[in-house]
């Protein structure tokens, strides 16, 4: 069998954060097994029924000893606590900028992992070490999660908006990519690999597929097929804000809201234009296109927007 | 022939008796808050994602209907209220004919909201394979309006024909002599839960038909 | 009186004989028998999907078949849930102990209460012929759009069959509370009462509030599968998270709904073989009743990988934190009564020392799910199956085969034999863990929940936990057996075989008369009086 752990690989810059959380609870946990395990044991043996006649005395109750066991117990609750929530800030605020993006689609029930110079693989995602690495996450029917147990990460993918997954590997190797949101029929086996490499043997692997477009490049000819150049480009009424530096800014809105233009915010703009209007601009002018889009060209869309604001 | 309170075996006394039933009807009415708490949840959820298709679909609600609706309702709740003061007081011949006003009430509401599901239907608003809706671009979001307004006005047109087949029983139970003014409890919690049921109909009627209409 | 007299003396047993007198009763006692023998059907129909699963996880490729499996964990989970914990111990132990402990005939509502099984029955019909028809397999949660647009199975069927069981769960509820705020026999105050009276007012009050709001959503989805309006469904306008919100607002309070009742019964067991009052009294009355508001607070620590907002989880992660202390207050005063007490081992005593320490366990873990960065790994594993499942079987189902046991003889007027259900607690017990302790490593590994296969390093873990299941299941066998026999054949009980304190024990006959007491209870002395103060 080989050496038996009960930790998975650790694989992630956080991998060792939560087994050393989860040290701490084992610690607690453990701990406080012991101690009523010890307890019980001892009163059980000790106080163990000598006469049937017995009769001892009450005890009612003790004020300090309520307090004390309440009090402490929640103390270290909250050391729990506050270590918990700031380590899953931590692993779900992705960094704001020097991110490697890939795009994953999940769907019953295969993992569709594109990347944004183009390569597309299934089941598959290759990422390199020390660079912190940015999913976007879609699903195309149903809620599945994206989960790797080696980084100690899980995401939920739901249909309808873009959810975020973030890490950075820190040493090479294959690890288990599973769904762990049930989705039907072959839900155990959506899984998959990822393969960390060393940062230049990933240059090659990423230069060493089949050259193909980019993201951008497909984004830019479903922003084409579907006539948005005709409005953000080509149109000089202004009837459509441009779409140039657009992307990563805060926008104003008509409602006086100002917002981020993230991945969500872009493509709940093209399927749902009057959820949020840009000041000086009207409602009712883009087309909804709700239902025409289908998860995989909505993200070569972003990324093609993406590259509108020159770096 | 005089009415005795109906003493079940399991109580010491009268009082205990209606002290029970009280609290029970009231703890069943507290159920009946949450049950529609769970969609009037929905709703405000899905009213402040898309106001716009919300209020573009109050304009295709019977706001006649629905405010006539209301009117019935308080109204009936009034010949209720009026009914349990008429058993308080031993009238039975005034409980039998305020618990008739209030049951043909209650059917006038029934009969209205009948007409408008079949106006809805004719209409095309009914969610399902036949919905259609006239302002394109808010359709998605309206079907699921349309959806919830059929959902809570539906759950609560049940609760309705529920209160109407108990009133029924009341008077079936009044004209049998079992009410006086000793013992009514059934008169009691019965208006209890038909005072409920108005008040619900109370907070759907401006939440289904009135937004958007403010101008 | 003789012990010889009491066995043919007139009791709700004898009192009437003949199908109708069951099926028509309003006796509460009676009808916690109908709810024990249908309670205990669905158990094994529980239990048979189990086995099931524990079989096809002990091969990596499984053994049934994707859908098959899934529709077994689904139908488990069912069964299990709606229709065996949330029922057991109230519809069960509550209704034949509450009004006995309390001094009253019979509880409030009598009518109300047997509409309330034929309710449950409805609805275990519904849900039966859901299975017999091919079975559901969305998982007990139902999650929307999979539930709603992308399931072929009979999950309206199903879900009508929960949703009609939910009434009788309201019910049951709803006559509790009434029942014991203004039944209570003379000299009965509230800090007189039992604790297992005070346990399961506080379920009372969570099966009340929250089951609404579980039909409510069962109600929407099951229109929604109808009219697929899109409430739920993203690619109509619809948000999914939302149906979770719904689902948990009840499904969270509904796991404090079937822990209660179990830690009910502790208090009894514990005072009576321990020979001592409770422990700080008032904090474990209060502390039930403090599960079961903040027990309404925490329904967000599901949806940590949903979507939610982080700030919504980290207020959600507090107070699920704090829910836990007042489920520690209740062990650390358990184990402070058998301080300085007189310990028995007798069969129900063995199963509340079963209960603290796996309940401890159990509800140890839960802290690990609480803290934020950990249920980001561990949340839809096995290590979330090996939580609930300590609590739920480790603590809830040992509670009450602790409770059957000690008012075994109160209910049936017989005593069970003692070295068998020793014997069978044990095999119990090793089952148990052996069963349930691997799959917290599996979970801290890695493997994922609802998985029909997995990978082959989860092998040796999942073969363990099999092993241990077949030991658990014989376990389960065995009291059937022997309880069975001795309803029939076992030596006739004395009025008070434990010598416990207690209305139920000291007042009315074993088995009591179809209205518990020759002579209405007067109550002048404190809860657990075992040192007879006054």
């Known amino acids: 069998m080989g050496s038996f752990s009960i930790f998975p690989p650790r694989a992630s810059s956080t991998a060792g954060e939560v087994d050393a959380l989860y040290g701490f609870l084992l610690l607690v946990g453990i701990g406080m097994t012991l101690l009523i395990f010890f307890f019980v044991f001892l009163f059980a043996i000790k106080y163990r029924r000598k006469d049937p006649e017995d009769k001892p005395k009450a005890i009612h109750g003790s004020i300090p000893l309520e307090i004390a066991w309440s009090v402490i117990p929640f103390l270290i609750m909250l050391v729990m606590f506050a270590w918990g929530t700031k380590l899953y800030f931590q692993n779900y605020t992705p960094p704001l900028k020097d991110t490697l993006d890939i795009y994953v689609t999940g769907k019953q029930w295969m993992w569709k992992v594109q990347y944004p110079g183009g390569q597309r693989e299934i089941n598959e995602l290759h990422v390199p070490v020390g660079r912190a690495v940015k999913l976007t996450l879609a699903s195309e029917d149903v809620i599945h999660s994206f989960y790797i147990p080696a980084f100690r990460l899980k995401h939920d993918v739901v249909p309808g908006s873009y959810q975020t997954y973030w890490f950075e590997p820190t040493k090479s190797g294959r690890y288990h990519i599973f769904c762990a949101e049930y989705c039907g029929t072959n839900h155990s086996r959506m899984i998959g690999w990822v393969t960390v490499m060393e940062p230049d043997r990933y240059q090659e692997w990423l230069s060493g597929g089949v050259q193909g477009e980019s993201m951008a490049d497909k984004g830019e000819k479903v922003f084409e097929q579907y006539g948005c150049v005709n409005c953000h480009v080509l149109d000089q009424q202004g009837r459509c804000p441009s779409l140039r530096n657009v992307f990563g800014k805060p926008v104003q809105l008509e409602d006086g809201r100002t917002v981020l233009a993230d991945e969500a915010y872009i493509r709940e703009s093209i399927l749902n234009p009057n959820a949020k209007i840009v000041k000086g601009y009207h409602r009712d002018v883009m087309p909804v296109f709700q239902g025409q889009i289908a998860e995989e060209p909505l993200l070569q869309l972003i990324v093609y927007i993406k590259s509108l604001s020159a770096k | 022939m005089i009415a005795q309170p109906e003493l079940k075996h399991h109580f010491d006394d009268a009082g205990q008796q209606l002290e029970s039933s009280t609290l029970g009807m009231w703890i069943f009415l507290a159920t009946e808050i949450m049950f529609f708490g769970g969609m009037f949840c929905s709703y405000t959820i899905y009213r402040s994602a898309f106001p716009e298709a919300f209020a573009s679909t109050s304009h295709f609600m019977n706001v006649t209907a629905g405010a006539l609706n209301t009117g019935v309702l308080i109204c009936s709740s009034l010949t209720m209220a009026l009914a349990v003061r008429a058993a308080q007081i031993g009238q039975k011949k005034a409980l039998i004919w305020l618990l008739i006003l209030t049951l043909t009430l209650g059917c006038v509401f029934l009969g209205i909201k009948g007409m408008e599901y079949h106006e809805k239907w004719v209409e095309h608003h009914v969610p399902g394979p036949s919905f259609h809706y006239e302002e394109a671009q808010y359709a998605q979001n309206a079907e699921i309006l349309f959806f919830l307004y059929f959902a809570m006005t539906g759950v609560h047109a049940v609760h309705m024909i529920v209160g109407v087949g108990l009133l029924i029983t009341l008077i079936i139970m009044a004209s049998r002599n079992r009410f006086s003014a000793a013992w009514y409890t059934p008169v009691d919690m019965i208006g209890l839960y038909w005072h409920f049921v108005d008040i619900v109909w109370i907070f759907l009627f401006p939440l289904l038909y009135l937004i958007g209409h403010t101008k | ?534």
């Open chain 3, 1 to 534: 009186m003789s012990t010889t007299l009491l066995a043919v003396q007139k009791n709700y047993l004898n009192a009437d004989y003949g199908w109708k007198s069951w099926l028509f009763t309003t006796d509460h006692k009676r009808i916690a028998l109908l709810y024990l023998f249908s309670i205990t059907a669905f158990f094994f129909v529980g239990g048979a999907f189990a086995v099931g699963m524990r079989l096809n996880l002990l091969s990596p490729n499984g053994l049934f078949g994707h859908d098959t499996y899934n529709k077994l964990f689904t139908m488990h989970g069912i069964i299990m849930v709606f229709f065996f914990l949330v029922p057991s111990i109230p519809a069960t132990l509550g209704n034949f102990l509450i009004p006995i402990m309390i001094g009253a005939r019979d509880l409030a509502f009598p009518r109300i209460n047997l509409l309330s099984w034929y309710i449950y029955i409805g609805g275990g019909i519904l849900a039966l012929s859901a299975i017999v028809r091919g079975g559901v397999d969305t998982g007990w949660t139902f999650y929307a759009p999979f539930s709603s647009t992308y399931s072929n199975t009979h999950v309206i069927l199903a879900a009508l069959g929960v949703f009609i069981a939910g009434f009788s769960s309201i019910l049951t509820g709803l006559n509790f509370i009434v029942t014991i705020h203004t039944m209570r026999c003379p000299g009965m105050t509230w800090f007189r009462l039992p604790l297992f009276v005070w346990g399961h007012y506080a379920t009372a009050i969570i099966q009340v509030l929250g089951t609404p709001v579980l039909a409510i959503t069962i109600f929407l989805l099951g229109l929604e599968r109808l009219l697929r309006a899109g409430i739920f469904d993203p690619s109509l306008g619809g948000d999914p998270v939302l149906f979770q919100h719904l689902f948990w607002f009840y499904s969270h309070p509904a796991v404090y709904i079937m822990i209660l009742p179990g830690m009910a019964v502790i208090n009894e067991l514990i005072a009576c073989f321990s020979r001592k009052a409770i422990f700080g009294y008032s904090f474990v009355a209060f502390s039930s009743v403090a599960i079961a508001v903040l027990g309404f607070l925490v329904w967000g620590h599901h949806l940590f990988v949903a979507g939610q907002s982080m700030y919504a989880s980290m207020v959600f992660s507090f107070i699920s934190f704090l829910v836990a202390v007042p489920s520690a207050i209740k062990v650390f005063n358990w184990t402070a009564t058998m301080y300085q007490g007189s310990i028995s081992y007798d069969t129900p005593m063995l199963y509340a020392f079963g209960f603290i320490g796996l309940f401890t366990i159990g509800g140890l873990t839960g802290l690990f799910l609480a803290t934020m960065a950990i249920d980001v790994h561990v949340t839809d594993t096995y290590f979330v199956i090996a939580h609930f499942h300590y609590v739920m079987v480790g603590g809830m189902v040992m509670a009450y085969l602790g409770g059957i046991h000690f008012w075994f003889p109160k209910i049936t007027g017989r005593l069970y034999p003692e070295a068998w259900a020793k014997f069978a607690a044990l095999i119990i017990f090793v089952g148990f863990n052996l069963t349930f302790f691997p799959q917290f490593i599996l979970g801290y590994l890695g493997m994922p929940r609802r998985y029909a296969t997995y990978a082959d390093e989860f092998h040796t873990l999942n073969v363990m936990s099999t092993a241990g299941a077949s030991i658990l299941g014989i376990g389960y066998l065995i009291p059937m057996i022997y309880l069975t026999w001795a309803w029939r054949h076992g030596p006739i009980s004395p009025q008070n075989p434990w010598h416990a304190k207690g209305l139920e024990w000291e007042q009315a006959p074993t088995p009591p008369p179809t209205f518990n007491f020759i002579e209405p209870p007067v109550v002048t002395e404190p809860a657990y009086n075992y040192a007879e103060e006054s």
